[in-house]
């Protein structure tokens, strides 16, 4: 999809996408989410947890580990972004988020 959107991009009027930022995404998926779908789709050839995982022992090893220390704060709130504008200018069309995990 992001090279969709690229292609798009440089196929449209520069008036249009002149210094224009765009969301390309579809949808938001929760971690848990995507670890079923990759558990389904390759479960039998690599070791995929799909438990949960505690939100104290999250919160814990981010004291310790910068990345995680920078997810803390939005740690169980979900995301949404606007997408319209990479439809209507870019003409892009998502796939299922299933097909991209």
């Not at 996408?17 to 789709?41: C, F, G, N, P, T």
């Not at 310790?64 to 200018?89: E, H, W, Y």
């Amino acid at each position: 999809d992001v090279a969709k959107a690229h292609v798009g991009a440089m196929l449209r009027p520069k008036e249009v996408v002149h210094k224009q930022r765009y969301v390309v995404a579809h949808q938001s998926l929760w971690i848990k989410d995507m670890a079923w779908l990759l558990k389904e789709k390759y479960g039998d050839q690599y070791a995929i947890s799909t438990s949960p995982f505690s939100d104290n022992l999250f919160k814990f090893l981010a004291l310790f580990v910068p990345l995680m220390r920078s997810t803390v704060n939005g740690f169980g709130k979900q995301c949404f972004a606007i997408n319209n504008p990479s439809i209507r200018d870019l003409g892009m069309l998502y796939r299922p988020v299933y097909e991209t995990v």
